[in-house]
């Protein structure tokens, strides 16, 4: 029954299981999901500029990245976020900036709101678009899940507790609050501004709002007068190895700008 | 089922050591299973071990980050998803098993059985994708949010509907013919001899497909949380938001850390422990029916 | 005419299931058409997956498959084999064996993804990688393909192994040369709606094979199902949804070829050794 077939199939899955000669020179980052395609995209640039050397970007939320980079478990961390004080033990490189607005559907009459209107929708204290001069749409309050720094950003501007909030959907990543807009003319969310500026580009139908008179633009952000807008930080414990720090460095430097960009990110200022 | 002995024409008797063999993979399942629930156990201990259950039952509301860990509301959307899935996909699915087998012409049979297989290993993303890009506007238009009780009822229906189909044709297939013919030679037609013999004497195996589809209800995640719309609350209108607590584990689990994240494992834990009631169940009415 | 009523119904069950079937393909295939290209089954993917291809996103859930059934398959034939063949309807043990096989068919995806976390990738130091993966994925198929398989076995007429039995077979023979041919529509079925199981994972995935869509180069490497690709073009990857829907079609055509080979080869392979 073990005819000389068998047994080069099962030499070839023993080959494909031992590994290629571990010379390449591995860089794993873990965390944020709001990060993880723009690591993904710089870390193929840095392997293309640094043959030999291999950067693996996995996925799982921002204190994952923390918790990874705490643990040795990854070599850098991805938090979309600045760090909390308890996490004073680790240090925090930021790679670029993300703005948050309020978005609307398009066909929505409304063009602006103020922040305690805001905070009365988002607190069930106003249910229909007609109370604020609108069409006699119901609000649909569309809130992020708990956990994201979307939403401790959201709560922390506004002064808010996210028992307070009376929300109709609960999303979870930026794509589906868009998509829930989108379906939905009496809905209201937020979401990254350059998500937001890409998907009105391309006919979305929905709309950024100003917040306290500001336009809703990654210019703004860039300009640092955006009220609403966090750090996007590569994590690390004490001192980063040596490719480590090549890397981080090389993600802080303008040669990555358009991938930045290309990501709806708003580049440092160098 | 034979219990003979080896051929005694063999030296080497194979078949001593084929059923401790075969009896060892059988138990490897059991392990699996074990460990599973081991390592669930281990990562809610936290909430577990100080009567911190008790908050899943007494707390108002679900509010990890405030302390507030009261998941009934999400239970009660589990289950009431996971009926209102089966209510909907028994019958189309039973119907279709039935197509399958008797009503059929061979030309079509296997291109039917190859679109169910096709819906079947349809990606729950992908179905939740659609679910949430062109069956949420439309029901939204009815009534907003769209993202409900009954677009996620209706995915799910979508989903578990092959599994019954396919589950309920193999079983109708095991039937022998002779009962069929049996029942024809009694003079009962096409549809008598369908329901009141068929059907009955493959419900064992219908029965297996209807549990092993509500398992997988209970256990769904991506379509649930593209189109449940995650609020949580109790069921209380088929066209309100609800989170089930699947989603919830994956909504969450990224982003939790110590007592929320034991909480997250305990949901888990629950989930595994009302598979577990079911399957009982399930073992029990086999056994007498 | 509860007879004409009777037909009707079932004609229509089967025309909704199909219609709701077309209804989702088309809708993907209007919204992903144009995004598909010989170029992108071949090519890498760049920009984050919004252009290029899906090379090595392919090649990666072939092999995590294809780890998948290469555990699953003869562990799950054996157990079923053992349950189908050894044991009596009131044993406690094969009882307790199929108890636990249905609870497991019932553990939510995310659960086996962090449990596969936990022990594959951490416990057992495989890290985040293909083979990591593919056990993770074995655990889930296994249930619903032993259930099928022992059903199967259990259905083959005992006339069968009394033959078997007196022609002096040991029932090690009799089960590789007779049962099992005999049960082969069954234990192909449970393929089928295994490998549907499997094709369709994601967030078992995220955690165990990970996020890196280069080529793998071994099974030790990470990789990224297209499964887990269609999650992150659709829900994390602004201006993703083209790509998302074209490889939607994609992994749709791969299920169908799977499911056409399982039904080739239990036709031919399990079914000749019979007639022959």
Partial sequence: MMGKRSL????????????????????????????????????????????GVRVDVQTGGS??????????????GMASRALHESEADLTAYTIAMDGVCMILHRDNSIDALSDDQIRDIYTGKIRNWRELGGADLQITVVNKAEGRSTLELFLAYFGLNNSQIKASVVIGDNQQGIKTVVGNPGA????????????????????????NGIEASTAQVRAGRFPLSRPLNLVTKGAPGELALQFIRFTQSPGVDDLVEGQFFVPLEH | MILSRASSLYRWNIDRTLAPLLLLAGLLCTAILLLIVLFLSKEAWPVLA??????????????PREGLFGLLPMLAASLVVMLGAITLAAPVGLGCAIFLQFYSPPVLRRGFRLLLSLLAGMPSVVLGLWGLTVLVPLVARWQPPGTSLLTAILVLAMMIVPTMALAGAAALSL????????????????????????VPAARRGMLSGVLLSMARALGETMVLLMVAGNVVQYPHGLLEPVRALTANIALEMAYATDLHRAGLFASGLLLTLLVLVLAG??????RYG | MAERLFTWTIWLSAALVAAALVWVIGDLVRLGMAHLSLDFLLSVPRDAGRSGGIGPILVSTVLIIGVTLAVALPLGLMAAVWLAEFTTRGNALGNAIRLSLDVMAGVPSIVFGLFGNAFFSIYLGMGFSILSGGLTLA????PVFIRTSEMGLAAVSDAWRHGASALGMTRSAAIWHILLPAASPAIGAGIMLGIGRATAETAALIFTSGYVD???????????????????????????????????????????????????????????????
């Fill in chain 1, 63 to 76: 204190s994952r990245g923390v918790n990874d980079a705490r643990t040795g478990l990854a070599d850098i």
């Fill in chain 2, 281 to 286: 169940f399930a073992a029990r009415s086999l």
């Fill in chain 3, 214 to 276: 280069r080529m793998p180069e071994s099974l030790l490497d990470s990789g990224r199902s297209l499964a887990v690709h269609i999650y992150d073009l659709s829900m994390n990857v602004t201006g993703g949804d083209a790509a998302a829907h074209a490889a939607a079609l994609v992994l749709i055509a791969l299920i169908v070829v799977f499911n056409l080979l399982a039904q080739w080869l239990t036709d031919r392979w399990l079914h000749r050794r019979l007639i022959a």
């Fill in chain 3, 139 to 142: 655990c889930m198929v296994l």
């Fill in chain 1, 188 to 211: 209201i969310g937020y979401v990254s501004i350059g998500t937001a500026e890409f998907e009105e580009q391309n006919g979305s139908p929905i709309k950024r709002l100003p917040m």
């Fill in chain 2, 175 to 198: 039937v022998p013919a002779e009962m069929i013919s049996g029942a024809a030679a009694l003079g009962m037609g096409p549809r008598s001899r369908i329901l009141y013999v068929a």
């Fill in chain 1, 8 to 51: 080069i199939v099962f030499s070839a899955l023993l080959s494909l299981i031992t590994p290629m000669a571990l010379s390449a020179q591995r860089l794993t980052l873990t965390g944020s999901s709001t990060i993880a395609p723009l690591a993904l995209e710089i870390g193929k640039r840095f392997e293309q500029q640094n043959p």
């Fill in chain 2, 50 to 63: 100080n009567g911190g259950w008790r908050a899943f039952i007494a707390d108002n509301g679900w509010y």
